[in-house]
């Protein structure tokens, strides 16, 4: 089969497209013909990252794993011996290693069934950015309803699903992007939306109950200032400095006052929340948006894309027909 691979540190150039063994599952594994995978941040940066980043992946000089790509949606080919939820034929999505590849192996509990109302490619668009949006309001931020919850970096993939996800929770939600997506943030439910090339919402004077930093670029202090009284700001991305700041920084300025600071960490991917995605894209109230589509052999121009042109939403790669 073939799948996209890494052997060395670098730019997107580095990804190939090569022959592999195809898979076999073992007790509690399902095997996945892919039809679909989308790109995230945690696909390019282990390539393209400082040393910290290659030191926690396992690989200093050159990567231990060099397989590409988290979210899957595609068919059930065979499952293992332990496997009772599933059979070959099903239509599944969820998350497992090596997506970027025409047949990869997913735990059991990593997957459910696709929503018949969602195509493949929009499946496949969901699963890691809706999980680290939904822990990120839900989890970190104690999201309820009727608050004033702000989304920074809106229009990005973990925005868009912030946005929806925040709307369900019953919130009103303030969209903050750059000025050609302001139509596209109003048209998945943004309450209000702020143009970052025009208004600095940390100095106009409003001030919001959840604050969740997507795409975050403001000092910590900054974000402070447009919480509530009792207000919670969140990390839940954007650069390696924005994080760490808020990781060590956030937990010190919690300390004074009321407010509330830090950063939601890493997303995990439990069953009980794939299947709170699942019903959210069934109801309707979960509508991924893509960018832009690419075959399996330009997954290194997906990559590419996402990191240089701030995709709208998320970038898929289509695998199978």
């Known amino acids: 089969m073939k799948a996209i691979v890494y052997e060395k540190y670098g730019p997107p150039d580095v990804l190939q497209l090569k022959e ?20 995230n941040a945690l696909d390019w940066r282990p390539f393209t990252s400082p040393i910290i980043v290659r030191l926690v992946r ?24 332990d496997v009772t939820e599933f059979q070959p034929g099903d239509e599944v999505f969820g998350v497992c290693g090596g997506s970027f590849a025409e047949y990869a192996l997913a735990r059991e509990t990593k997957l459910a069934r696709k929503p018949a109302n969602v195509s493949f490619q929009a499946a496949a668009a969901v699963p890691v950015a809706a999980f680290t949006a939904l822990q990120g309001l839900r989890d970190k931020g104690q999201i309820q309803a009727g608050q004033k919850v702000l989304i920074q970096g809106a229009s990005g993939g973990v925005g868009t699903f912030a946005v929806q996800i925040a709307k369900s929770f019953g919130a009103e939600v303030t969209a903050v992007c750059s000025t050609r997506n302001l139509d596209m943030v109003r048209s998945i439910g943004a309450d209000h939306v702020i143009d970052y090339t025009q208004q600095d919402f940390t100095r106009n004077g409003q001030q919001y109950d959840l604050i969740l930093a997507v795409n975050g670029y403001h000092p910590i202090l900054d974000y402070r200032r447009a919480l ?17 700041e808020g990781m060590l920084l956030g937990p010190l300025v919690s300390r004074v006052g009321t407010k509330k600071m830090g950063s939601m ?38 990559i590419r894309y996402l990191i240089e042109e701030h995709a709208r939403g998320k970038v898929v790669i289509t695998v199978q027909s």
């Open 228 to 244: 509530s009284s009792r207000g919670v700001y969140v990390v839940a991305g954007g650069s390696l400095a924005q994080i760490f």
């Open 265 to 302: 960490g890493i997303a995990t991917t439990p069953k009980t929340d794939l299947l709170v995605i699942k019903e959210l894209l069934e109801a309707g109230k979960l509508v991924p948006v893509i960018d832009k589509s690419y075959p399996l052999s330009e997954a290194a121009e997906a």
């Open 58 to 81: 396992g690989g200093l000089l050159k990567p231990k794993d060099t397989s590409l790509g988290a979210d899957i949606a595609g068919t059930v080919e065979a499952v293992g011996s």
């Open 20 to 39: 592999v063994e195809k898979p076999v599952p073992k007790e509690n594994q399902v095997l996945v013909k892919v039809h679909a995978a989308s790109a």
